[in-house]
């Protein structure tokens, strides 16, 4: 079966498995990462698919600023913290991401110019773009308080 898409060498592979659902554990086939899952909406121990959608986010867009900051001979200040939201809306359930960077030391243009750079580079932020649930933001200091649902 065809996918349609171009095949280039891969860098780097891995699988992750969900063998139990939502509630039991996730891993990483070759060994490494082991994680309880369990359901958003209970009190029970565990990862869920939320916190690791923004945890893939913050990783990647904050590894892809590293690297911006080091080709412009920055030191490494960036920041960045992820917000995903569960809700239900007319089409179904659906996240709502919100990703706030910080560059402390860096001029606001200048800092906004490698954002945008960073969400045109870093993969997870290229696989969620288009998406009207997805925002990366600018901001002078991490604020969570209010809700984008």
Known sequence: MSTGRQKFP??????????DGLEGHAYIADGGLDVLTSDPLNDQPGTNPEQLLGLA????LNATLAAIEKRDG???????HTRVE????????QFYVTAQVIIPGVE???????VDLAERRCP???LLSGNANVQIVL???IDFTTSTV
């Open 139 to 141: 901001v002078d200091h």
């Open 124 to 126: 997870v932020a290229k």
């Open 10 to 19: 891969s860098l780097y592979q891995t699988i992750a498995a969900n063998d």
């Open 86 to 93: 569960f809700a239900r809306d007319y089409r179904g359930f």
């Open 74 to 80: 920055l030191p490494h200040t960036s920041q960045v």
């Open 57 to 60: 986010l913050s990783t990647c």
């Open 108 to 114: 606001v243009s200048t800092a906004q110019q490698m």
